[in-house]
Structure formats: C-alpha cells, structure tokens
Antibody, heavy 120, light 112 residues
C-alpha cells in the first residue's frame, strides 16, 4: 500500500526556516517524480515544487523560487522541502504527492499534509 | 502561467440529481505529445485531495462511474450523474500540461 506521511510542520516566525519531510512507503521512491502542493487555510490548492525521480532536476513556483528547496534521499525513501525566509503567506497545509510511474502528469497519491504556520 | 477558471464556485444539489462543473483554461492544454493533461480532484471535508479523473476523461481505478469528464482544448466539464452524500466536497480542475501546474479555485458541491 502506497503511503506518504508528512512531518516537520509547526509554528515559525516570519523570516525563519523549516524543513518538511515526506516518508514514502509501499513503493520505490527512486522511480517516481514527487511534488509538494500547499493549501492556505480555507483556500484552494497551489502547486509548489517538483523533483524528478533521481533528484537531478527540480522546478518551483515563482512564489517560492529562491526560498524553498526540494530534495530527496531515495535510499531513505524520504522527500524534503527546505523552506527559508518564510512569510505570512506561506502559512498552509503542505501536501506531498507522488506522480504515476508511466504518466508523470498524474498526481496519483497524496499524503495527509503538514501544517506550517508563519506568525510572530 | 495557465489560469484555470472554474464555474460555479458553489453547487447546491439535491441527492440523486446531477451536478456539472465547468473548467476553462487560459490557453490550450494540448501538449506537444498530443495529449491533453487536464485532471479533476475531489477534496472531501477534512481530507487531502484525491485524483478522480486524468487526461480529460479517464477515471482512476475505484472511482464510481457516476463521475465523468469531457471536453477539449480549453473547455472541460466534470459531471456527476446522481449525486450521493459521499460526493460532498470541493472539486478542483488541474492542468499538468506545463509547469507551473495550476489549479482552478475549486467548486463546492453541497447537498441542499
């Protein structure tokens, strides 16, 4: 059974940093693209970042470019999102999602999410 | 960036009656490989999103056949033939033709 479990969320002050983790199980992480998608309280979904299967290529939304870094440790089956220079508007639930093996356009599996609150 | 516009934003529906959600993209979602990467996701209250339909009309395994997707180019529709109580939630269209991936604002389906 595919499982994605996010951790590392919490309360952080503006300008601070936080690292989210996504523990993957039930599949071989090194074969899949992984994404982060966020959802501000009461709002819609916003795509944040994507890592290709071996971690050699990453793409970011303009709103987080230069502040967030996606990475992965395929040996430990974990994906990370390092967030720095955090702003109030980064407050959201952050979901880790996995693409389909053959059709990378599909965001096939989603974790339960980790809440990040940026506030002084 | 491709802007995804959903209508309506809210859809009160009677149990057993149909529901329809429209999604329009600001540019064609036809990829250079010939595919159109338009997906629909469902988010039930308190739950993470769930992929329902991909490439316009392909249902994910386990999705009831009362859900169907259609459309082409820039105009797409999600239809629920007979709404059931478990269908309550917010539905999002999403384009994965190009980066950044973008979502519609969501349509809330609720029972009236």
């Amino acid at each position: 059974e595919v499982q994605l479990v996010e951790s590392g969320g919490g309360l952080v002050q503006p300008g601070g940093s936080l690292r989210l983790s996504c523990a993957a199980s039930g599949f071989t992480l090194s074969s899949y693209w992984m994404h982060w998608v966020r959802q501000a309280p009461g709002k819609g979904l916003v795509w944040v970042s994507r890592s290709n299967a071996d971690g050699s290529n990453s793409i970011y939304a303009d709103s987080v470019k230069g502040r967030f870094t996606i990475s992965r440790d395929n040996a430990r089956n974990t994906v990370f999102l390092q967030m720095s220079s955090l702003r109030d508007e980064d407050t959201a639930v952050y979901y880790c999602t996995r693409s389909h093996y053959y059709d990378t356009s599909l965001l096939e599996y989603w974790g339960q999410g980790a809440l990040v609150t940026v506030s002084s | 960036d491709i802007v995804m516009t959903q209508t309506p934003l809210s859809s009160p529906v009677t149990l057993g009656q149909p529901a329809s959600i429209s999604c329009r993209s600001s540019q064609s979602l036809v990829h250079s490989d010939g595919n159109t990467y338009l997906s629909w996701l469902q988010q039930r209250p308190g739950q993470p999103p769930r992929l329902l339909i991909y490439k316009i009309s392909n249902r994910v395994s386990g999705v009831p056949d009362r859900f169907s997707g259609s459309g082409a180019g820039t105009d797409f529709t999600l239809k629920i033939t007979r709404v059931e109580a478990e269908d309550v939630g917010v539905y999002y269209c999403m384009q994965t033709t190009q980066f950044p991936r973008t979502f519609g604002r969501g349509t809330k389906v609720e029972i009236e």
